[in-house]
């Protein structure tokens, strides 16, 4: 950490590990702010250090972007209203559709292998399989390609 409170990450190895963190971060912090009904930035405001820049470019996209990603995660959720969902499954959406649809500098596989990840490790039994569909469906309708199918996923489900 430099002497400005920057924590961006050194390139490398590092950096990958470093992201994966940061996402999880991220999603906690959404989770957070989903559960008390408040702005993320009123979340990440609260915390006593400041997290990874990493974890709150993430957190500020999605706020920034709410409405355009909610909205397109209730066109693509087909038989689930964003309301009903798992929590966590909502955060992990909204999280992984905003580096699909503003970050184009994160690989398209890799953004939906570590949604993937996070629902299977955080939210329910189904949550992988649904979050896996409803991103490959997202990634889609943004234009972004699959290469190939996130590894422990199948296709077409």
Same mark, same amino acid.
């Given at each position: 950490m430099t002497a400005t409170g920057d924590r961006s990450l050194p390139p490398g190895p590092l950096r990958t590990a470093g992201r994966r963190q940061a996402r999880e971060r991220a999603?906690?912090?959404?989770?957070? /702010?989903? #559960?008390?009904? $408040?702005?993320?930035?009123? $979340? $990440?405001?609260a915390l006593g250090a400041p997290p990874l820049h990493f974890t709150v470019d993430l957190v500020s996209g999605v706020e920034a972007h709410a409405t355009e990603i909610d909205g397109l995660l209730r066109?693509?959720?087909?038989?689930?209203?964003?309301?009903? #969902?798992?929590?966590l499954d909502r955060a992990v959406l909204?999280?992984?559709t905003y580096e699909l649809g503003w970050r184009p500098d994160v690989p398209t596989e890799a953004v939906i /292998?570590?949604?993937?990840?996070?629902?299977? /490790?955080f939210s329910t039994d189904e949550s992988a399989r649904f979050v896996n569909g409803v991103l490959a469906r997202a990634a889609e309708e943004l234009g972004r390609p699959l290469g190939r199918a996130p590894a422990g996923s199948r296709p077409g489900r």
């Open positions: 999603l906690e912090l959404l989770y957070e /702010a989903d #559960m008390k009904q $408040v702005a993320p930035s009123t $979340v $990440v405001a066109r693509l959720a087909r038989t689930w209203a964003l309301e009903r #969902m798992p929590a909204r999280l992984a /292998a570590e949604a993937v990840e996070l629902a299977g /490790a």
